[in-house]
């Protein structure tokens, strides 16, 4: 069977974004397995509605459309400030937060952007 954990293991290894539509040419369409190779990239347990993957159900990490090959990451601190964001585009930005969540620094390439 191709969607063994020994496959689905190396997938974790080599998959690229945009995750989705290269689950499909990897031919991992299962629910279950779709969550597991998610899980792996992620080392943590997410879950997925759609094109989104969540942590904790409600804390967006990553969004892909399906029509195009856009998407855009997410990435938070333990206080849920959202610490970093990328997208498919080429635009990221880098937050940092003091330990009483005041922003600090704020960084991003938007004139380097397309």
Request: proline letters at 1%; a neutral charge.
């Amino acid at each position: 069977m191709k969607n063994n954990k020994e496959y689905l293991d190396k997938v974790v290894k080599i998959l690229e974004k945009p995750y989705f539509k290269e689950l499909g040419y990897y031919g991992i369409t299962g629910k279950v397995e779709i969550k597991y190779v998610l899980c792996g990239i992620y080392k943590r347990e997410v879950s997925f509605f759609n094109k989104s993957i969540y942590e904790n159900g409600n804390i967006k990490l990553y969004y892909e459309t399906d029509y195009s090959s856009y998407w855009e990451n997410y990435d938070y601190d333990v206080n849920g400030n959202q610490t970093y964001f990328e997208s498919s585009r080429g635009y990221w930005r880098k937050i940092i937060y003091d330990q009483d969540n005041y922003l600090i620094s704020y960084m991003d390439n938007l004139d380097k952007c397309i």
